[in-house]
């Protein structure tokens, strides 16, 4: 019995290690669902759990050939040559034509801004008038 637990022991430590040179080798920006800490402390605090869990769900994923063999990894995007044509800005703010209706409609809403605020201030003076004269 003491052999079956020593040995479980020692299956537990040698998956600990491995998987902790694996985690601290591996690149920051390749880590999945957590960050490097986490799963350090993940793999330490819950072993064996978290060692098993740190090979099923936070190893860097490993690249996919594609048909033209070429290495592919999840996230890359697309391989240059198939990347689609860029056809104008990427963003509002980087579209100046989109710029300048946005200074446009700007003034439209201030004209409207202040006919509103000028119907207001005469139906408040002809409010003030009706009270007034029924006073």
């Not at 020593?6 to 957590?34: G, N, P, Q």
């Not at 960050?35 to 350090?40: D, E, N, S």
């Not at 978290?50 to 099923?56: D, L, T």
Request: hydrophobic letters at 45%.
């Amino acid at each position: 019995m003491i052999r079956l637990y020593s040995l479980f022991m020692l299956l537990d430590l040698a998956l600990l290690v491995v998987a902790l040179i694996d985690c601290l080798s591996a690149e920051e920006f390749a880590i999945r669902a957590l960050p490097r800490v986490a799963w350090v402390f993940i793999i330490l605090l819950f072993s064996p759990i978290g060692a098993i869990a740190w090979f099923i769900a936070g190893r860097p994923a490993r690249p996919v050939r594609m048909s033209n063999g070429q290495p592919w990894r999840p996230g890359s995007g697309f391989p240059e040559a198939e990347r689609p044509a860029r056809r104008g800005p990427l963003a509002p703010d980087d579209d100046p034509e989109f710029l300048r209706s946005l200074a446009g409609s700007l003034k439209q809403d201030e004209t409207l801004m202040k006919q509103w605020e000028a119907d207001l201030r005469r139906r408040e003076e002809e409010l003030r008038r009706r009270q007034a004269q029924e006073d």
